[in-house]
């Protein structure tokens, strides 16, 4: 289908051309733009592990996306699994939590499941915020022990365009 129009064979998609891929999009948009965006995010995304994946990571996420089968929960494992096989040499979260993202992700799976209308621009998809940044559900220390344990009250503007977007904070 469209999800695996420019995919390759070898991993389930069409092996269309870039060209046939713009014709196919351009006809979708005359009906419903919205739709032809959410094609256009999944070619990105297949697009960028086409282009600079790993062999495995290639097997492993285009065919499902050649189908439309990958899962907000099989990005956040993803994210899970790479977190924690580099975390500890770069040290880059204060807080990371893998029940609640996989909670997040199922939850998100659910909503596209279930939606009527098309889904959120960044729905399921996880975003790091920098504890610099004001998350009302997660630390934010901006940086610096005189701020320990901080909790703000709401999301800055950024975390709540964010969360409105679909995104797992």
């Known amino acids: 289908g469209i999800f695996g129009l420019m995919i390759p064979e070898e991993y389930g998609g069409l092996g269309e051309s870039l060209l046939t891929y713009a ?67 770069y040290q880059a979260w204060v807080c990371f939590d893998p029940p609640r993202l996989r909670e997040a992700a199922t939850a998100a799976d659910a909503a596209l499941r279930n939606r009527k209308a098309g889904p959120r621009a960044l729905e399921g998809m996880p975003v790091g915020i920098k504890d610099i940044i004001d998350s009302a559900d997660m630390p934010t220390e901006d940086g610096t022990v005189l701020h320990a344990g901080r909790r703000p009250l709401a999301d800055a503007a950024v975390v709540s365009m964010l969360r409105s977007a679909g995104a797992v904070i």
């Not at 006809?27 to 995304?45: C, D, K, L, P, Y």
């Open 23 to 89: 014709l196919c999009v351009e006809e979708i948009a005359r009906g419903w733009m919205s739709v032809s965006g959410i094609v256009n995010t999944h070619f990105i995304v297949a697009y960028m592990i086409m282009q600079h994946g790993t062999e495995e990571q290639k097997a492993k996420y285009l065919p499902k996306l050649a189908t439309g089968e990958l899962t907000c929960l099989d990005i956040a494992e993803h994210t899970i699994a790479r977190t924690a096989a580099l975390e500890s040499k």
